[in-house]
């Protein structure tokens, strides 16, 4: 009877094993599923980020080449049409040419003059000349020089980063002026400023800091992420995995901090 007895606690004590195995291995074979599931999910999602900056990216690419393709035509085709007019007109001036018509000529070349100024600005600002051939610092001081000689806004640059921005890839150079080219653009329009500061600096040979600041009214949080200026800084930032931060409240200023790092 002991035997029997033993027999059938052993049977139990055996089906019950069994019956843990089995559920443990069902709750394995469920979380490697769930796990195979999960990892797929991520690849999707990092395949399908990567495919949305690759857009992005040819989207970029494809207006600033037309931004230079435009700024070539004006700079070339219409700026040198305007300057062989006002040749022609300074050509037709007789000796004795009568005072009035001496004061239409005379304000005929300031027209000119001036739409030749406004056509190289703004060949100039589609496609900067010295960032293809100085880099991001020289387009940049360049912009902040013609900004300055407005008297909208006064514009300190420091760069504590010449080392790192001299070899920065174009692309990179292109996104970061499109990027503070804009912010100086919100602050001129819109923050009531009358200084603002560019720095750039290195942290080592890793990675580069670049701090806009202005004293002007400053942003709500709540509209920070509701204009199509910011919406677009921030696009440009993400192609080139650039990291930013935004402290701005009302009436206290506005401060963005970009970090890139390099081969990155």
Not at 12 to 41: D, W
Not at 98 to 110: E, G, T, W, Y
Not at 215 to 227: A, D, E, P, Q, Y
Not at 239 to 247: M, R, S
């Amino acid at each position: 009877m002991q035997e029997v007895t033993d027999n059938v606690f052993v049977l139990v004590v055996l089906g019950m094993a069994g019956t843990f195995l089995m559920v443990v291995s069902f709750i394995l074979i469920y979380i490697r599923n769930q796990n195979k599931i999960l990892t797929q999910r991520q690849q999707f999602q990092r395949a399908e980020i990567a495919h949305q900056k690759d857009l992005l990216q040819a989207i970029i690419e494809s207006q600033e080449a037309e931004r230079k393709r435009i700024g070539q035509d004006l700079h070339d085709d219409v700026g040198t049409a305007l300057s062989s007019l006002r040749l022609t007109i300074e050509m037709l001036k007789p000796q004795q040419i009568q005072d009035n018509n001496d004061k239409h000529v005379k304000l005929s070349k300031d027209i000119i003059d001036k739409v030749i100024k406004d056509v190289r600005n703004i060949s100039h600002n589609l496609s900067p000349p010295a960032l293809s051939y100085y880099g991001l610092v020289a387009a940049i001081e360049e912009h902040c020089l013609v900004i300055n000689q407005t008297g909208s806004l006064e514009i300190n640059l420091y760069n504590e980063a010449q080392h790192l921005l001299q070899d920065m890839a174009l692309p990179v150079s292109v996104a970061l002026y499109r990027v503070l080219e804009e912010l100086i653009n919100n602050t001129i329009k819109h923050a009531y400023a009358t200084k603002s500061t560019i720095k750039f600096t290195a942290i080592g040979e890793e990675a580069i800091i670049i701090e806009y600041t202005d004293n002007g009214k400053g942003i709500s949080s709540s509209l920070i992420n509701k204009g199509m200026g910011l919406q677009n800084i921030e696009s440009r930032l993400t192609v080139i995995n650039a990291a930013y931060k935004i402290d701005t409240a009302e009436g206290s200023g506005f401060k963005m901090t970009i970090t890139h790092t390099l081969n990155k």
